[in-house]
């Protein structure tokens, strides 16, 4: 997702002081249940994007749930903080932050399910190791994850997703409820991202899996 960088954003994130978290750095970790208030199971989307999923899902899930978003790109989080105060939603918390340097934010074992919806596909092999389904990425996801814990995978790129459950298996994974078309699936509530609203408006299957820990 490229925008045009918004010089007013950086100020503006300063604004939804009790959404966005400020310069996030390892003074977070083991201490999510503190930002909150209470230890509700933590589920953490990584490429939050526009924050859609992440509103959506909070809502949902209010006072059963608490929600991290995390995001590299501040000017795109910015609309995900909008949802969130428009909604005047408790339970989630937005970081502009790299997932490749969760395990410096997050202690083993704190959170209870990852989210990873329509990661940018790098379909070039030599950037394989920047897709956020890498083996090198599972790695940290273990860490980070309770035992048991999972991460729900979306997707409208089927390379990624074949290459995605590849990755899976070779980590040693369970897999459950593999969709190649989650829409006609059965599968609810789906609560869908501004990319699958996109994607699937344009005829494109979605897929979908869980991963076990
Ligand atoms: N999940 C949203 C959706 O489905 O509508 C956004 C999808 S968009 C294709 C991928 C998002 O992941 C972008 O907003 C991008 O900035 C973010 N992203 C990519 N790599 C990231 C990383 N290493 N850490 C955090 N966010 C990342």
């Not at 939603?89 to 340097?101: G, I, K, S, W």
């Not at 399910?113 to 956020?132: E, G, I, Q, S, T």
Request: aromatic share 14%; hydrophobic share 40%; glycine share 8%.
């Amino acid at each position: 997702m490229r925008l045009r960088k918004k010089p007013w954003v950086a100020e503006a994130l300063t604004g939804f002081s009790n959404i966005v978290l400020q310069n996030p750095n390892e003074d977070l970790k083991g201490k999510w249940a503190e930002v909150f208030g209470n230890d509700l199971p933590l589920h953490v989307e990584l490429g939050t994007g526009r924050g859609k999923f992440i509103a959506g899902m909070s809502e949902l899930y209010q006072g059963q749930l608490n929600f991290a978003g995390i995001e590299a790109q501040q000017d795109v989080l910015y609309y995900a903080a909008q949802k969130v105060q428009d909604r005047e939603l408790p339970n989630v918390r937005l970081l502009v932050f790299d997932a490749n340097e969760i395990l410096t934010i997050f202690a083993p074992g704190e959170i209870d399910r990852l989210y990873v919806n329509f990661c940018d596909p790098w379909p070039k092999n030599r950037h394989a190791k920047r897709r956020l389904t890498h083996v090198n990425f599972l790695e940290k996801y273990r860490t980070v994850l309770k035992p048991g814990g999972q991460l729900w995978f979306k997707t409208d790129n089927q390379p990624l997703f074949e290459f995605s459950l590849e990755q899976f298996q070779e980590f040693g994974l369970k897999l459950d409820n593999i969709s190649y078309d989650l829409h006609n699936s059965g599968f609810a509530p789906n609560v869908m991202t501004e990319y699958e609203t996109k994607f699937s408006t344009l005829g494109q299957p979605i897929y979908r899996c869980e991963i076990t820990f």
